[in-house]
């Protein structure tokens, strides 16, 4: 049987505000209580008396004057928020504000990729497809330690995104470490558009859907490829989930009714021990087509949700290497400055109420990838094992040490 082969293609889309493995998943106006930001009582009032008295010392000691009022007031709340020790939960100046919009509208500039803040390195969590580092060959789990010279390690996220975002056509060198070895990297910015969702029919009767990233406009993209491919009467069909980041909940949600019918999708489950149910209606598309999702260290948030409600509902396999682990919700709100804040609000759990937070889903058939130099051909063993599978032929299980 020959093997559909593949060129990693591998990208960082740092224009991206929404960092953290889909970090931009399970945007939700839907929280248990309506919270309140102002004083409204004595008591917390005095609490927040110090904070005004330090701002008026600031204003009246500090030897440098004048001070900036608006980096004053971003500092204090990345310090409000780093202390509830959540990489997810975090301020987005109006800039990248603007940028996490333009992301998930399909098009940035920048470089290219979804990275997380993992014990003070910046390390990249999946690369987008088509982007400019593409022919550079950064990889998930690289760390990123410098941009034109100055260090990363230990900076904030978005400070760091500053400086390696940037216009269309200028440069910014990196120094990336790569399993103990520090590498280098030239990379043109550029524009980025996104695109989630391509399809096609293999040489082996089955469909091939590719979705990269969950944006606004995934689900509407997957509706329209669905009908062309199932036209072709395919045999089974594999959902490439590989190296996806995440997205918007309603997307995610959305996508899963082509796959599932009626039931559950995902469980959000609230610090006050609330839930909340997201369910699949019976309108799916693609309900009865046997299904194999691929998946890897770079299936994140939202990939690892659809991953988990096709496996929990008996609707198909996964195959691959074990998923990112980000099992968190986070809504998204713009403020009065036109930055914006995340907050997580809720875990997610498989329709089986399976928590994969910082965990990740494993497969039920390890399959690794060969050793290949970055952007050399090879064969795609992950791909190869479904079709297999979808044709009923045996396949080996080669999980990594430490699993089993």
Do not use: C
């Amino acid at each position: 049987m020959r093997s559909k082969s593949f060129v990693i293609v591998v990208a960082i889309l740092f224009a991206l505000a929404g960092f953290g493995g889909g970090y931009l998943f399970a945007q939700t106006s839907w929280t248990p209580a309506t919270l309140s930001l102002a004083a409204t009582t004595p008591e917390e009032a005095s609490d927040f008396a110090p904070f005004w008295e330090v701002w008026d010392l600031v204003h009246t000691r500090y030897y440098q004057q004048p001070v900036d009022d608006t980096v004053l007031m971003e500092g204090a709340i990345n310090g409000m928020l780093s202390v509830l020790e959540d990489p997810h939960t975090r301020y987005l100046s109006p800039e990248a504000e603007r940028a996490a919009q333009q992301s998930m509208e399909g098009e940035i500039q920048g470089i290219g990729a979804e990275v997380e803040a993992v014990d003070d390195n910046i390390v990249i969590v999946s690369p987008i497809e088509g982007s400019p580092a593409e022919a550079a060959g950064l990889l998930p789990g690289d760390i990123l330690r410098q941009a034109d010279g100055v260090e990363l390690t230990g900076m904030n996220l978005f400070d760091a995104a500053q400086l390696v975002r940037g216009p269309a056509g200028t440069a910014v060198h990196l120094v990336v470490e790569r399993n103990g070895e520090l590498l280098d990297f030239e990379i043109v910015r550029d524009v980025v558009r996104i695109i989630s969702v391509r399809g096609e029919i293999l040489e082996d009767g089955l469909a091939y859907i590719r979705l990269s990233h969950f944006g606004t406009t995934t689900d509407e993209e997957l509706e329209a490829l669905l009908p062309t491919l199932l036209a072709e009467n395919p045999a089974g069909l594999i959902l490439d989930l590989r190296r996806n980041p995440g997205g918007a909940l309603d997307t995610t949600v959305n996508i899963a009714d082509e796959f599932l019918d009626e039931g559950a999708v995902l469980v959000q489950r609230f610090g006050d021990g609330q839930e909340r149910i997201y369910e699949s209606s019976d309108a799916g598309l693609a309900q009865d087509i046997p299904i194999v999702v691929l998946i890897d260290e770079g299936s994140a948030s939202a990939s690892e949700v659809l991953a988990g409600a096709i496996r929990d509902r008996d609707r198909g396999i996964l195959i691959g290497q074990s998923s990112f682990g980000k099992g968190t919700v986070q809504t998204w709100h713009t403020l009065s400055n036109e930055g914006g804040v995340r907050i997580t609000i809720a875990e997610w759990l498989t329709p089986g109420e399976v928590s994969i937070h910082e965990n990740g889903l494993d497969p039920d058939y390890f399959i690794p990838l060969p050793e290949a130099a970055v952007l050399e051909e090879f064969e795609d063993t992950q791909l190869q094992a479904a079709i297999d599978y979808l044709q009923g032929e045996a396949i080996i299980s080669i999980p990594p040490e430490g699993n089993g």
